[in-house]
T-cell receptor, first 114, second 111 residues
């Protein structure tokens, strides 16, 4: 019973490049959440998606960031034209149904922007 | 504006003793609270949760207490073990599915 899977685990990009982070939810889970953790900080909500729908993107920066959860395949968090301030750990979580209060997290992708 | 606060960045206890981690919140809309444990370079692991209609929830060595009037919750670990050494995050939700996290408390259990 595989947990939430994220890849890559580590990603290094130069300023101006694009970063693509992937997340496969737990089996049977149809809700995906993305969080970002900056050094010495707690996790900050970014976006909540269901299949083919963005439900809540109130935590997403207005520019350069986008997320999708297609009908087939993993959820993707895309960061265009990365800057040094984007360096962080990005965590994906999934839950079973709406109102399923427990979110289960993946191991994270650590993005480093040079 | 930090809605969930964990005011102790770190806590050190002896093996076998009780660990008490505290969390305060400001948003009255929060109705569900969770504790997560996190090891370095790993994702948070769900530990225990509590609904606002309860004041206590217990699971093995872990007990969470909720004081709604004080907007305060605590996690008790008894007895503490060296393997419990990790960063513990308090999280809350209410009115939406997004979790709001505190900054975490680093627990060290000394043998």
């Amino acid at each position: 019973n595989a947990g939430v899977m994220q890849n890559p685990r580590h990603l290094v990009r130069r300023r101006g490049q694009e970063a693509r982070l992937r997340c496969s939810p737990m089996k049977g889970h149809s809700h995906v959440y993305w969080y970002r953790q900056l050094p010495e900080e707690g996790l900050k909500f970014m976006v909540y998606l269901q299949k083919e729908n963005i439900i809540d993107e109130s935590g997403m920066p207005k520019e350069r960031f986008s997320a999708e959860f297609p009908k087939e395949g993993p959820s993707i968090l895309r960061i265009q034209q990365v800057v040094r301030g984007d360096s962080a750990a990005y965590f994906c979580a999934s839950s079973r149904i709406i109102g399923g209060n427990e979110q289960f997290f993946g191991p994270g992708t650590r993005l480093t922007v040079l | 504006d930090q809605q969930v606060k964990q005011n102790s960045p770190s806590l050190s206890v002896q093996e076998g003793r009780i660990s008490i981690l505290n969390c305060d919140y400001t948003n009255s809309m929060f109705d569900y609270f969770l504790w997560y444990k996190k090891y370095p370079a790993e994702g948070p692991t769900f530990l225990i949760s509590i609904s606002s209609i309860k004041d206590k929830n217990e699971d093995g060595r872990f007990t969470v207490f909720l004081n709604k009037s004080a907007k305060h919750l605590s996690l008790h670990i008894v007895p503490s073990q060296p393997g419990d050494s990790a960063v513990y995050f308090c999280a809350a939700k209410g009115g939406s599915e997004k979790l709001v996290f505190g900054k975490g408390t680093k627990l060290t259990v000394n043998p």
